[in-house]
Nanobody
Framework: QVQLVESGGGLVQAGGSLRLSCVAS????????LGWYRQFPGKQRELVAS???????NYADSVKGRFTISRANAKNTVYLQMNSLQPEDTAVYYC???????????????WGRGTQVTVSS
């Protein structure tokens, strides 16, 4: 069974940094796009950053210049380095992966369970 497991969330003071990690485990043929989303209370999940299989990245305007997404293909892992964190970054952060489980299979979208990031002022 395929799982995405996030780690690295926690409590940090404004101006601080956190690094989120997400590992995709299980029987996976190919890892395509990877991304991080976040969800504020009472709001819909929103894209924070994404990285394609070729390394192209995309960021939400609110995090450009502060957050960096990267991937380690050999480890089926995606990272989110978050610097200069602000209280408005407080949210649950979810890992997202587009996976092909077997050769020729349809690419599916998978989600982690989320990790809480809290930034105190």
């Amino acid at each position: 069974q395929v799982q995405l497991v996030e780690s690295g969330g926690g409590l940090v003071q404004a101006g601080g940094s956190l690094r989120l990690s997400c590992v995709a485990s299980g029987s996976i043929f190919s890892v395509r796009g990877l991304g991080w989303y976040r969800q504020f209370p009472g709001k819909q999940r929103e894209l924070v950053a994404s990285v394609t299989s070729t390394g192209s990245t995309n960021y939400a305007d609110s995090v450009k210049g502060r957050f960096t997404i990267s991937r380690a293909n050999a480890k089926n892992t995606v990272y989110l380095q978050m610097n200069s964190l602000q209280p408005e970054d407080t949210a649950v952060y979810y890992c997202n992966a587009q996976l092909q489980l077997t050769i020729g299979a349809t690419i599916g979208v998978y989600w982690g369970r989320g990790t809480q990031v809290t930034v105190s002022s």
